[in-house]
């Protein structure tokens, strides 16, 4: 008999494998429930300590009633006493003393202060720049879904740098003091008051009482002192992109459980911001861990803020390529937030972004400058979405850097004043923005820009004027004498120049052709040199270039100008790469030793226009922040600092 | 055979060496060279604190030594055997290595005769663990010491840079050339004679103050380093490996870290691999099984309706570029206000995903999909764009290798001795023709580890071709070279295989 592979065994075998796939899906199955309901078990878990630690609070609290009630009933009973014996007279005495037990009481209260004149900064009860609450459609629960355009690849706290890492921990994690949502004013946000040298030698300050971690457990100055020396400034962990910015801190010590201080090793402007502004870490939580787990870690991020991870477990972290999950902290200390949750998606082609928006599977994107300009104008969108286009604070801008230095031993033309003047007239900006940007973004004035106080209110755009140009040109010494239509100076030399670009960018490349059109319409020939974006910082340091383009991106409301104009920055390859001097370091050295904010600011201005005068840089396009928001949710504000989602609701 | 395979195997490793070397080589030479996406977030710092922070990642890394040192130290790691003192591995799995060696503050003859050496207390008893030390016990020492010695060689390499940034601003004032290497460092050497002219700047005080602070680190760090090392050399964790003779052991290879992610390289590519073998998993049975019947068909009606049309339309398929394809499907097949708009328009998984049984089931009296088919539903689009330009190289090659046989002489013999035609298709000319078909497909294998990675930046898919791009934009070593030597050695065994595979089938290859 042939042993034939026949239909029989086919079909035979087929269920054997059959059986085998069901058997592992099935393993599949029951492993994943036993990983969910270990993370269920977990909550419960946390849900059972926080039960019994409002148990105790709330019998600590009857304890405390009683005795408080006992306190009064005795106090009632001597009154009674005294009163029966006939004290009428003491009435007004008493008054008398009542005040004073308040100053006392007051000064009780500022006991932690350094003694002397120094006055105290207290802080206002921290809050909603508008309140949610009484809003109509107000409800609590929802949740908001956020897309990246970039993949995440670790989110814990100081160790992650970039953007988006950040954003997310700004949720989670708090800083000492926080800008305000509108006024972009320093403003308490675990401190509750503090005091500041007014030579910028130290700063003490108090924290908050009844501030807590998410996990409950209470914010004390050691967690402060620990965060600085233990954490970012502990060299076995990488956090070297921030402990190099915080040099200018010499130390943090703790004065008694609640208040710290911090010393300088010289005074600055920026200090302030430095000392107040990072991200006070719980010292129990991170001890637990050695500096190569938390080196390792994608997502072990633990704070005080509005929303935690919502799981948060060394062995079993948030991994790239998944979303990333908040959940609201339900011990926050603070004004509690509205949403249930948050949650991050990374989404990189715009095309599947928008999608997924339309679809209402993401609450909010970025959009392009042309899915904007496209989009928002469609019929209906406006019920279905909100279009934010908004300047704030982290706005940068786009400019042409003039070579004002040497490039090789030689001048270039841009020396002169006059020239770079000429320079910024010829390029119409708000053309440029209509025509290349889709019409979205305003004309940069200056290094900072509205809405920043840093900007000197004063100062118009320069205007778009060939003739202007024409004869500052001819004043600087720019003639067409041999009539060939371009321009010479006395020893003949033709104006030409090189401008540099980054490779790959549509928007540069028009912006390359208008400015080579324009220039030749003055008589002026501009080369173009294209080069990848890896060869930048090379050039840049070696300062090889007569022209380039570049955007300058911000931070906060007011960045310190000493890296990109201060002369020093000229030498040994800093950032003023332009080579520009142009006696600006009395201002920027003034800037940086003026504590107080509003004077302060006037130098800025100054300063301001100095740099309008120069035109070292022609300023182009301040960037807005683009967002298209899903209008299932309610208070939604763009303002100068940027978004606000703890506000938000999400309207049934 | 066997000889033969094992002479083929022991080649490869030169071939590994030598491809993953040239890599490595390339991309230090470019622009920015290794490492250049840890500067990346530099932006608007301040000079002397982007120093400091270069010189600590560089130290962190090993940056500052030359590419091949680079190189050679990564063979070191990743080789099974190994050298000197073994590594030791604490109870999270983290090898722990022999302190790392105090570098020579630059300039020291400026301001001492002698080197420092390290100074060891001499009233100082031999170290020693206590007889009750818990393994924890040895851990915190080890760990605090460990501590204690990084911040000594922090602060001499942060003193380093200050000085550094320093002589970087006499050198602008005195202009003298050539004094900064391609990455704009000082050159030391270059200085060294020149104290004279640099006396005469107005840093001197500074350079000298720094200089002297430099050598005062040296000699910390160096003691700290010290006693870090009787601490080590005490065991405080179990070795890794299995030691032979003294200074020789073999230890499982240590891939590293990469340093724009500071993750393991191992747990990221596990991360990456499963989802780019998902998707070419059911991507390859796809084509393979449209495409060789339609290459059949063709063939046994060459010239027919089916032929010319299924040729067309695979080549028109073919031809057409699949950052457009993908993008319209994400437009169209996407978009909830199509009917045809059913589809996810990026990830692996649906939002509510997490909270799905892994199969289909019924909750409420509603069907819902499970995670597993939720998975398949999100990867319909990104595998239709691997498949549709698939078909042609295949059907092609199919129908020219069955046209082929057809006019060999032994099918004219079958036909001639009346065997059915759909024996000859089936048992003569289709078995013949499979041949090329075999190796096909091991040439395909390799490239489905690395990935696509047009369709994983389109529909945001967390796989190998991302990663092996963000390596080499990142400049990111040890996930580079993780990387290459990975694809280097599946293409060396394909091939092998394909090899073994041709000997199998064709009886006339012999390899002797």
Known sequence: MQNKFGLKDFVLMMLVVLVGVFTLMNIKEGDRRWTKTQELLNKVGTVEQQVAKLDRNLQEGEASTQEGL???????????????????????????????????????????ARPGSVPIKRQPKFGFAVEPYDLDGYSRGGEFTEAFPAQLSKLTPVLAEDTYARRINDQICETLAGLNAQTLELEGLLAEAWQYDPNGYWLRVKLRENINFSDGVEITAEDVRWTFHDYINNPELETEALRSTMTSIEKVEVISEKVVEFTFNQPDAYNLQAALGFYILPKHFYTQLTPSQINQSTALSMGSGPFKLDILDVDNQWAPGKDVILVRNEQYWGPKPSLQSMRYKVI???????????????????????????????????????????????????????????????????????????????????????????????????????????????????????????????????????DDGILENERGDE???????????????????????????????????IVDWSLYDQILKNRDFDSIMMGWAASSPESDPKQIWHTDSIQNQGHNFIQWDAGQDQYIDKIKLTLDASERMKVFHQFHSLIDEEQPYTFLRVGPWLRFINKDFENVHPYPKGLEQREYFYAE | MGVYILRRLLL???????????????????????????SAGNGQMDQTNRAIKEAYLEDRYGLDASAPVQYV????????????????????????????????????????????????????????????????????????????YSKARAKLISGRALLDTELGKAISELEI??????????????????????ESTEFN??????????????????????????????????????????????????????????????????????????????????????????????????????????????????????????????????????????????????????????????????????????????????????????????????????????????????????????????????????????????????????GSVVIEKIFTIPGMGNLVIESINLK???????????????????????DILYSMADPRISYK
Request: proline content about 7%.
């Open chain 1, 70 to 112: 006992d306190a009064i009933t005795g106090q009632l009973s001597n009154l009674d006493a005294r009163l029966s014996s006939g004290e009428f007279s003491v009435s007004s005495s008493g008054g008398g003393s009542n005040t004073g037990g308040g100053s006392v009481g007051g000064n009780a209260r500022d006991s932690w």
């Open chain 1, 348 to 482: 990189i082609e715009p095309i599947a972004r928008l999608t997924e928006f339309r679809n209402g599977n993401v609450s909010m994107i970025p959009p392009s400058s042309p899915q904007f300009g496209k989009v928002s104008r469609e019929e209906g969108w406006d019920d279905f979405a909100y279009s934010l286009n908004w300047a704030n604070m982290r706005s940068g801008y786009g400019f042409i850097g003039w070579q004002c230095g040497p490039r090789d031993g030689k001048l270039t033309p841009f020396h002169d004043k006059r020239v770079r003047q000429a320079m910024t007239l010829i390029l119409d900006r708000q053309l440029i923005i209509d025509d290349m940007f889709n019409g979205i973004g305003e004309r940069a004035v200056g290094p900072n820009n509205p809405p920043s106080p840093a900007a000197n209110p004063e100062i118009e755009p320069w205007p778009y004027n060939i003739e202007r140009a024409k004869a500052l040109l001819a004043e600087a010494g720019w003639v067409d004498t041999d």
């Open chain 1, 495 to 529: 104006f030409t120049f090189e401008f540099t670009r980054v490779a790959g960018s549509q928007t540069t490349k028009r912006i390359q052709i208008y400015l080579v059109s324009q220039c030749a319409s003055v008589g002026i020939r501009c080369n173009p040199r």
């Open chain 2, 12 to 38: 490869m490793i030169p071939t590994l060496l030598g491809i993953t070397f040239l890599v490595f080589m390339l991309i230090a030479l470019s622009p920015g060279g290794i490492g250049a996406g840890l």
């Open chain 2, 73 to 148: 130290r990564w063979l070191g790691r990743i080789s099974p055997i190994k050298f000197g003192k073994r590594d030791q591995v604490d109870p999270t799995g983290t090898f722990i290595q022999p302190p790392k060696v105090v570098k020579v503050p630059p300039l020291w003859e400026w301001y001492i005769d002698e080197l420092p050496v390290a100074q060891v207390d001499p009233n100082a008893q031999v170290f020693a663990w206590a007889d009750d030390a818990s393994e924890l016990n040895k851990s915190m020492v080890y760990r605090r010491q460990a501590n204690q």
């Open chain 2, 177 to 198: 050339k050539k004094a900064h290497d391609k990455k704009g460092k000082v050159k030391h050497d270059v200085i060294e004679p020149m104290r004279a002219q640099i």
């Open chain 2, 205 to 450: 005080e500074e350079i000298n103050r720094l200089g002297n602070d430099l050598v005062g680190y040296y000699q910390n760090a160096l003691n700290e380093r010290e006693k870090l090392m009787t601490i080590f050399d005490a065991k405080p964790y179990p070795e890794a490996g299995f030691g032979i003779i003294p200074g020789l052991s073999i230890s499982k290879p240590d891939m590293g870290q990469s340093f724009s992610k500071s993750r393991p390289v191992m747990e990221l590519i596990s991360e990456a691999i499963p989802i780019t073998i998902l998707l070419n998993l059911i991507a390859i049975p796809i084509i393979y099984f449209i495409a060789i019947p339609s290459g059949m068909l063709a063939a046994v009606r060459s010239g027919g309706a089916f032929d010319r049309a299924s040729g067309s339309l695979y080549i028109a398929l073919w031809s057409f570029p699949i950052p457009l394809a993908g993008v319209l499907m994400v437009g169209y097949m996407a978009n909830h206000n199509y009917w045809f708009g059913v589809f996810p328009a990026s990830g692996l998984h649906s939002s509510a995903s997490d909270g799905f049984t892994y199969l289909p089931s019924r909750i409420d009296g509603h069907w819902q999909f499970g995670y597993l088919l939720d998975m398949f539903w999100h990867v319909c689009m990104p595998v239709a764009c691997l498949v549709y330009g698939g078909f042609a190289v295949l059907s092609k090659q199919t129908r020219a290798a069955m046209l082929d046989n057809f006019n060999m002489d032994y099918v004219r013999t079958a036909k001639a001795k009346g065997v059915a035609y759909k024996d000859i298709v089936f048992r003569h000319v289709f078995r013949n023709s499979l041949l090329p078909l075999i190796t096909m497909f091991v040439s395909i294998f390799p490239a489905m580890l690395a």
């Open chain 2, 476 to 498: 990111d070593r040890e996930l580079l070279l993780a990387n290459t030597m990975m694809i280097a050695a599946v293409n060396l065994l394909a091939l092998l295989l394909a």
